[in-house]
């Protein structure tokens, strides 16, 4: 099982990106598909998640984040505009089958992350 995150960048504040996960080796119709970052020094937090149609973020992205997925492709996308400096991280993709959506401890997949710089 593997999950390809990708979109990452440098972008200056107020600027969009848009990151993409593929996956592969398995099904994900039934997970959580989700967003998680990593900014330098600090614990990896939840960012979006999504599962049935319905999805969950983190207060501070509503908004500017938006998360969708395609489950014919096994794919999870995450639409980002108005950047801030403060969303610079590196941003995890994972999947999980049960628990509860902002819990790195729900997912049991994850890919191999991919940064975002949003500069000042």
């Known amino acids: 099982v593997q999950l390809q995150a990708s979109g990452g960048g440098l972008v200056q504040a107020g600027g969009s990106l848009r990151l993409s996960c593929a996956a592969s080796g398995r099904t994900f119709s039934s997970y959580y598909m989700g967003w998680f970052r990593q900014a330098p020094g600090k614990e990896r937090e939840f960012v979006a998640a999504m599962r049935w149609g319905a999805a969950y973020y983190k207060d501070d992205v509503k908004g500017r984040f938006s998360i969708s997925r395609d489950n014919a492709k096994n794919a999870v996308y995450l639409q980002m505009i108005s950047l801030k400096p403060e969303d610079t991280a590196v941003y995890y993709c994972?999947?999980?089958?049960?628990?509860?959506?902002?819990?790195?401890?729900?997912?049991?997949?994850w890919g191999q992350g991919t940064l975002v710089t949003v500069s000042s």
């Open positions: 994972a999947a999980g089958g049960s628990g509860i959506y902002d819990y790195t401890s729900s997912y049991e997949y």
